[in-house]
C-alpha cells in the first residue's frame, strides 16, 4: 500500500510514524509509563499494538518487557531521562540476558526533572556510559519525520537481529510537533522474525555458531529445550560463573556485538559539496536547523557541506573520517557540553572542530554557521 | 523423565533453610504432575537465588527484587495456565521489590511467588531487612531491630491475590506448597526460617517459633475470590495512518514566503483547535506547515499558545523566536507572549480590543476577536488573520471546519457574518 507515488499529504507528529513503523517491523507489546514528553507515544501504542501493559513504573517496565522477550515477544517502550534512569539496571539485564526490545528514548531538559515540555540533546554522554563495563547498546537518532519512519523499523530488526535492547533516541521538538506529510513516501517495511535455535543437540541458550555473535533464540517454557536466561556473569549454558574463561568469553562477545556489526547499521545524511572547506554536522532535532543554514548558505554561493549522523551508538569511525577532510568542523547539538564531540575525539578534540550549543531553546540555524565559517 | 531437581547436595550452608524449600517446591511441582520444562522458575538475587543451576526447569535469574516483576513479564508473555511460573525471593528482595509483589497480587497474576524469609539479607550478611520482626537481632541491629516488620501476607492479600500463605519452614512443607502452586492467580508463601550462619549466631537461645510468635505473625492462608487475570488476546489493532485525515490541495496557493505565527490565547478557549484549522487550510492551498502547542501543566488553565509556520517549501527548522505575525486573544495569552511580541520589528500583530498593546515594531491590528464568545475568539482571529493579509484563503478554513466534523460545535454562520461586516 505505501510507496504509490500519489501524493497523500497528512498534518501528523513523528509519535504517530514511529509507533506505526515499530509495529509493522515486528514490536507487538507496548508498556508504558506516562512521562512527558512521550505520552504521545504510550497513546498511540496503546491504540496500535496487538498488547498494551501499563506499568506501575519504569523499573517494572523494563521487567515486563524483558519477561515478554523472555516468551519471544518484541516489546517497545517510550521514556525521558527521569524514567530512563530507572531503567538502567534492567536495560543491563536484558543486555546481559540478550533481550530484544526498543526503548523510545526522548530527550527532555536535565539535570533531574529538569523541563518536562523543554526540549533538548542532552543525553548521550549517559547512553555511552550505562552499561557496566562500558559495553555498548546500539542508540539510533531520528532527525527528520522520515527518519521517523525508517529508523524505529530499523532498530526493530537491529533488536531482533543482535538479541539486545536498542535506544531510538529522539526529543521532544520531534515527536510533538505536527507537520505536513506526505505518506506516499514511506518506504515498505518488512516486519522481523527472531532466528530460533533448529539443533538437534542440547540447547545451550549462549552458545553462538562459528563467526556469529548471537545465539539463536528459544522461548521459555518450551517443551523441547531448557531454556536459562541470566543476568549474572554466566557460560554458554546460562549457568553463573564467577570469572572462568568461558564467561569471560560470552562478556567479550557481548562487548563485540554491537560494535563489529556496525558497519551494517550505520546512518547517516552526509551531503557534501564540492570545493567545501567547512562541514556542519549535527544530528536530531539540531539537523533541521543546520539543514536550513546550509542550504541557505549554499543559496547565497557559499560552499559547505553536511554531515547528519543517525547511528549515535556505537560511534562509526567514518564519522571522523569524514570530518578530518574539513578545515572548518561545526558540530551542533542541543547541549552545553559538546556530547557527540567528545564521543568522537575525547580529550584530543582539534583546534579546527568548533563546537555550537544551547539549552533551554532549540539552536537557530543563523547560531550554527555565520557566511564568513563558509572557508 | 528427569525430576525437577537435578541434584539433592544444593549449594547453601549446612542447616539452612532455603534447603529444604528447594526440595520440598520440587517435590510438590512433581505432586501436581508438572514436567520441568512446563516450569520456569525466576530467581531473585540472594543465597535462595543460587539454587538455578540445580534445576532441570527453565530458569531466569535477573536483578536483586525484580524477579516478581519479571516473572510477571514472564506470565503475560506466555497467557497459558498449563505453564507454571515460579518466583524465588527472599525477604530482602521482598522489601527492595515490594511493588512489584504488590502490582503482581493487585493484577491477580497467574503466578506463585516463594519468599524465603529468613527474617535478613542472608547474602550481603545478615543485614536488617525490611521483613526483618521487631528485636531480632542482626549484623546492623545488634541491639535488636527497632522497627516492626512488613507482613507481607497481609499485604497481598489486601491488594487482591488469590492466595497468601505463612508457613513453618520445617517439616514437610509439600502439601501447603503444593495447595499454593495449584492456586489459578497469584499465589505467595511467606516460608519463615532461620539462618543459621547470621540469625542464630546473633540470636541465641530462640526459637524458630518463638520469634515468628512473638513478632505477631499469623501462620494460616489469606484468600480472595477473585478471577486469575486472562489477557484479552485477538483484539485486532488498526494501522494507525489508515485512520489518518488526508488533507487534499483543493485551493489556489496563495503564500509566497514562509510565515511564522504565533497565536496565544487562554486555555479551553479553542487555541490549539484553531491553529490546526488554520493549518490544515493552509496545506489545502499547497502550503508546507508545522504546528505546535504550548501550554502550562495543568492543561486546563493559564494561556494557550500555538506555533505555526507556513511556508510554500519544505519545512526544517520549526523554532519561532521571534514571529511575523502575532494573535493575541486573552489577557492570559498576552501575558504568555509579550516579550516576543515586544522583539518584533516588523511583522503584524492582531490583538483584542480589550487587552493593552505592548510596545512592538509590528503593525497594530486590534480587533474585537471576543465578541464572538470566548471559545471561538482563536478561530475568528485566525479568520481574521487570513481575510486581513490575504495569505490564506478563509474560504479554505470555512471548508475545513465544515469538513473535520466541527460544524456543530462551531458558529460559522456568526463567524461568517462578522467576518464579512
Ligand atoms: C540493586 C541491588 N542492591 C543491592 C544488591 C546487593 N544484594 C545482593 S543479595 C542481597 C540480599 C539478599 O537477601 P535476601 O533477599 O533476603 O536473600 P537471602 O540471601 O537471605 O537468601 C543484596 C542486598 C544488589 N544485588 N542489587
Ligand atoms: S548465609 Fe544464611 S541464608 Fe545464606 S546460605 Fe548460608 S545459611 Fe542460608
Known amino acids: 500500500m505505501q510507496n504509490n507515488s500519489v501524493e497523500k499529504k497528512v498534518l501528523i507528529e513523528g509519535s504517530l510514524l514511529i509507533t ?28 496500535r499494538m496487538p498488547l498494551m501493559l501499563p506499568a506501575p513504573d519504569e523499573i517494572t517496565t523494563l521487567q515486563w518487557m524483558s519477561g515478554l ?32 526490545m526498543v526503548i523510545v528514548l526522548v530527550q527532555r531538559l536535565g539535570p533531574a526533572t529538569g523541563t518536562a515540555t523543554c526540549g533538548s540533546q542532552g543525553d548521550i554522554s549517559l547512553l555511552r556510559g550505562m552499561i557496566s563495563g562500558g559495553h555498548q547498546l546500539p542508540v539510533l537518532c531520528t532527525s527528520s519525520f522520515e527518519d521517523c519512519w525508517s529508523l524505529p523499523a530499523r532498530a526493530v530488526s537491529l533488536a531482533a537481529e543482535l538479541r539486545t535492547p536498542v535506544v531510538l533516541l529522539t526529543s521532544k521538538e520531534e515527536v510533538m510537533t505536527q507537520k505536513s506529510f506526505d505518506m506516499s513516501l514511506l518506504e515498505e517495511i518488512t516486519p522481523v522474525k527472531l532466528k530460533s535455535y533448529e539443533g538437534e543437540e542440547t540447547y545451550r541458550p549462549y ?60 546512518y547517516y545524511q552526509l551531503d557534501e559539496q564540492e570545493g567545501a572547506r567547512t562541514i556542519v554536522v549535527s544530528y536530531g532535532i539540531t539537523a533541521l536547523a543546520a539543514r536550513d543554514v546550509v542550504y541557505s548558505m549554499r543559496e547565497k554561493g557559499k560552499k559547505v557541506s553536511l554531515l547528519v549522523v543517525k547511528t549515535i551508538l556505537p560511534v562509526p569511525a567514518v564519522y571522523a573520517d569524514i570530518m578530518a577532510n574539513y578545515h572548518k568542523v561545526i558540530v551542533a547539538e542541543e547541549n552545553i557540553n559538546a556530547q557527540l564531540v567528545d564521543l568522537i575525539y575525547g580529550v584530543q578534540r582539534p583546534e579546527n572542530v568548533v563546537p555550537v550549543g544551547s539549552i533551554g531553546k532549540m539552536i537557530t540555524p543563523g547560531e550554527i554557521l555565520k557566511e564568513e565559517d563558509c572557508l | 523423565m528427569n525430576g525437577i531437581l537435578k541434584t539433592t547436595a544444593l549449594p547453601y550452608c549446612k542447616g539452612c533453610g532455603h534447603d529444604l524449600i528447594a526440595k520440598k517446591s520440587a517435590a510438590a511441582l512433581e505432586k501436581l504432575q508438572f514436567t520441568p520444562l512446563d516450569v520456569v522458575v525466576v530467581t531473585d538475587i540472594g543465597c535462595h537465588g543460587i539454587i538455578d543451576k540445580c534445576l532441570n526447569t527453565h530458569t531466569v535469574h535477573g536483578l536483586h527484587g525484580r524477579s516478581v516483576a519479571l516473572g510477571a513479564g514472564i506470565t503475560f508473555g506466555l497467557d497459558n495456565p498449563e505453564k507454571k511460573v515460579l518466583v524465588f525471593i527472599g525477604d530482602g528482595g521482598s522489601t527492595i521489590g515490594l511493588q512489584h509483589i504488590m502490582e503482581a497480587a493487585r493484577l491477580n497474576l497467574n503466578m506463585t511467588v516463594v519468599v524465603h524469609n529468613n527474617m535478613l539479607y542472608g547474602m550481603t550478611g545478615g543485614q536488617t531487612s525490611g521483613l526483618t520482626p521487631q528485636g531480632f537481632c542482626t549484623t546492623t541491629s545488634a541491639d535488636g531491630n527497632p522497627f516492626s516488620g512488613y507482613d507481607i501476607c497481609e499485604l497481598t492479600s489486601t491488594a487482591g491475590a488469590s492466595y497468601s500463605a505463612r508457613i513453618m519452614g520445617v517439616g514437610d512443607i509439600t502439601p501447603s506448597l503444593a495447595e499454593a502452586f495449584a492456586v489459578k492467580g497469584f499465589s505467595l508463601v511467606e516460608i519463615m526460617e532461620i539462618c543459621p550462619s547470621y540469625g542464630v549466631k546473633l540470636n541465641p537461645r530462640r526459637k524458630l517459633s518463638e520469634i515468628v510468635e512473638s513478632s505477631g505473625r499469623k501462620i494460616g492462608v489469606w484468600r480472595n475470590e477473585k478471577k486469575s487475570f486472562i489477557m484479552q488476546q485477538g483484539k485486532k489493532k488498526n494501522d494507525l495512518l489508515a485512520s489518518v485525515e488526508e488533507v487534499k490541495n483543493d485551493f489556489p496557493a496563495t503564500l509566497e514566503k514562509d510565515i511564522s505565527l504565533v497565536i496565544s490565547g487562554s486555555a479551553g478557549e479553542g487555541v490549539q483547535s484553531a491553529a490546526t484549522l488554520l493549518a490544515r487550510a493552509a496545506m489545502r492551498s499547497g502550503c508546507h506547515v508545522t504546528q505546535k502547542g504550548s501550554y502550562p501543566v495543568t492543561v486546563g488553565v493559564g494561556f494557550s499558545t500555538a506555533e505555526v509556520n507556513l511556508s510554500p517549501a519544505p519545512i526544517n527548522f520549526h523554532g519561532i523566536d521571534v514571529p511575523d505575525v502575532a494573535v493575541v486573544t486573552s489577557g492570559d495569552g498576552l501575558t504568555h507572549s509579550k516579550k516576543r511580541i515586544e522583539g518584533m520589528k516588523k511583522g503584524v500583530l492582531f490583538i483584542d480590543e480589550s487587552l493593552d498593546t505592548p510596545e512592538t515594531g509590528a503593525e497594530v491590528v486590534r480587533h474585537d476577536f471576543r465578541s464572538v464568545g470566548a471559545r471561538s475568539a482563536s478561530l475568528y482571529a485566525l479568520l481574521f488573520f487570513a481575510n486581513h493579509t490575504g495569505l490564506i484563503d478563509y474560504e479554505a478554513i470555512f471548508r475545513t471546519i465544515q469538513e473535520s466534523g466541527l460544524k456543530e460545535k462551531v458558529p460559522v454562520e456568526k463567524l461568517r457574518e462578522k467576518l464579512l461586516q
Open chain 1, 207 to 266: 552458545m553462538v555458531k562459528e563467526g556469529e555473535l548471537s545465539p539463536p533464540f528459544l522461548p521459555v517454557a518450551n517443551g523441547k529445550w531448557q531454556v536459562r536466561l541470566n543476568a549474572s556473569t554466566h557460560d554458554t549454558n546460562g549457568i553463573l560463573q564467577h570469572s572462568n574463561e568461558e564467561a569471560m568469553a560470552n562478556t567479550r562477545r557481548l562487548d563485540a556485538k554491537a560494535r563489529e556489526k556496525l558497519k551494517d547499521y550505520t
Open chain 1, 20 to 47: 506505526e513503523s515499530m509495529a509493522r517491523a515486528g514490536a507487538d507489546s507496548f508498556i508504558g509509563y506516562p512521562i512527558t514528553p512521550a505520552n504521545l507515544l504510550y497513546l498511540y501504542g496503546s491504540r
Open chain 1, 69 to 100: 522477550a523472555a516468551t519471544g515477544r518484541i516489546p517497545v517502550t517510550a521514556t525521558s531521562f527521569p524514567g530512563f534512569a530507572l531503567m538502567v539496571e534492567s536495560i543491563n539485564m536484558a543486555f546481559m540476558m540478550e533481550l530484544p
